[in-house]
């Protein structure tokens, strides 16, 4: 079955450690998001990759790095200068360069212990 | 500033009822809108779209209605099911201008309870 599989579903991390959270796409698709949820705010975009190789800021890159060496994989890392990286993380795709019906893996629940 | 804004964060309906979720949008440069369900700790799913090329489409029990003039977007569930019971995005974005513009901005979600 094609999807997007985000791992691990839950995250603990200590304060001052960097985590990276894992994004794989079997369905082809060009483009990759990862946003963010926090309670009572909508997804916000963090970074994004409309091509391998290539990726973009969103509206809250900082204290986050990507990578986008395969079309298949999107890994994001949450460092140390993310001052509240408690959230809930969402991985996206989309079959076209720009937004259409984008597909969301199951999530990433980070909590910083 | 948001650009798309979902000024109910909550809404509760009675089973077999109509559930009436609304959306604004300040950017005139959006063209495609879309509608995702959320459950608690999963990710959204798409539920319905429209573009801004018409003022109607409709699903199943959900329709989706498009104000230009307004910037106004509202998604129609009839009848409503318990299992309806969840968190719904609007979203938008201006996906023919391409590139960054055509990301989708998303709004807080409203929360829809469907009672039994």
């Known amino acids: 079955d094609g999807g997007i599989t985000q791992s691990p579903k839950y995250l603990f991390r200590k304060e001052g450690q960097n985590v990276t959270l894992s994004c794989e796409q079997n369905l082809n698709h060009d483009a990759m998001y990862w946003y963010r949820q926090d309670p009572g705010q909508g997804l916000r975009l963090i970074y994004y990759?409309?091509?391998?190789?290539?990726?973009q800021k969103g509206d809250i890159a900082e204290g986050y790095s990507v990578s986008r060496e395969k079309k298949e994989s999107f890994p994001l890392t949450v460092t140390s200068a993310q001052k509240n990286p408690t959230a809930f993380y969402l991985c996206a795709s989309t079959p076209y360069g720009a937004a259409s019906e984008a597909f969301f893996g199951q999530g990433t629940r980070l909590t910083v212990v | 500033d948001q650009q798309v804004k979902q000024n109910s964060p909550s809404l509760s309906v009675q089973e077999g009822r109509i559930s009436i979720l609304n959306c604004d949008y300040t950017n005139s440069m959006f063209d495609y809108f879309l509608w995702y369900k959320k459950y608690p700790a999963e990710g959204p799913t798409f539920l319905i779209s429209i573009s801004s090329i018409k003022d109607k489409n409709e699903d199943g029990r959900f329709t989706v209605f498009l104000n230009k003039s307004a910037k106004h977007l509202s998604l129609h569930i009839v009848p409503s099911q318990p299992g309806d019971s969840a968190v719904y995005f609007c979203a938008a974005s201006a996906r023919n201008y391409g590139g960054s513009q055509g990301n989708l901005i998303f709004g807080k979600g409203t929360k829809l309870s469907v009672k039994p």
């Open positions: 990759s409309q091509i391998v190789n290539d990726f």
